[in-house]
């Protein structure tokens, strides 16, 4: 194991046609993942995934933005996405390691409905924040144009769950201020190939403490320097890793190891 990828989308179409070209350079570069369910079907493909790969892991959720479609309110309907009975079953697998993608994602909501469907958002949010201390699992948290009200929200279970409650901040594009919220919270954080074509993160990567920094591709969206319109894959996690170390000062043995063994801290994998 050399890098880990601890947030990619390996069940998404993007990959149907290559899939185990894909996960063969990744064994090839010593490549291990944790590959992210975005709704019930997408948590039910990654978990076959991981089921039949020795180094792919899973985290099972549902994403703020299903609300944001806004399908489920629209109609009248007041069914959440997440439907715990279906999610009971899932985490009953030894690959799942973590609930998410879930959390608050207020970028694109239509003005229209925008508190309407912010305040689903949250209950969604709350739910599946219910359902991993529930089961024992570390958040998976995908937060967009939302931090401070996410945050508001974790220090109220934090209050009352303590340790419990953990996790990781995926994609993170956070203040200083924000981060150190999120340490507070005991939660990492973890970058994209983002980082490899903006400075705006430098700060905050050069801020996070060792122990609480991870990479990421979310492939296959994102793709990093120096292949940009590419297709993003999780062997291109090592650009990223490259160039947390360029930022940081520190070198990519010292960097890579203490990123795994971050991952195998909060996702027990
Ligand atoms: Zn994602």
Known sequence: ??????????????????????????????VVAISVGSNLEASKKAIEI?????????????????????????????K??????????LV????????????LDFFRLDPAFAKATADKQKELFESQIQF????????????????????????????????????NVHFFTGNVEQTKR????????????VITFTHDYDEVIKYIPQDSIMSETDAPFVTPVPHRGQRNEPSFVIEVV?????????DLETLSNAIIQNAKKVFDI
């Open 1 to 30: 194991m050399n890098y880990i990828d601890i947030h990619c989308h390996l069940d998404m179409d993007e990959f149907d046609a290559d899939r185990q070209e894909v996960l063969a350079r990744m064994k090839e570069g010593g």
């Open 50 to 78: 991981a089921e039949t790969n020795e180094n792919i892991w899973t985290c099972v959720g549902v994403h703020p933005e299903e609300i944001s479609k806004g399908i489920f309110w629209d109609r009248g309907s007041s």
């Open 80 to 89: 959440m996405p997440f439907d715990i009975s279906e999610f009971k079953k």
């Open 92 to 103: 009953k697998s030894s690959k799942v390691v973590g609930i998410g993608e879930c959390g």
């Open 132 to 167: 991993a201390i529930k089961n024992n699992k570390p958040l998976m948290l995908h937060i967009r144009r939302a931090y401070d009200d996410a945050l508001d929200i974790l220090n109220n279970y934090k209050k009352n769950y303590g340790e419990k409650l953990r996790g």
């Open 182 to 193: 999120f340490l507070d919270l005991g939660f990492t954080m973890s970058f994209t190939g």
């Open 242 to 250: 490259k160039r947390l170390t360029e930022i940081r000062g520190e």
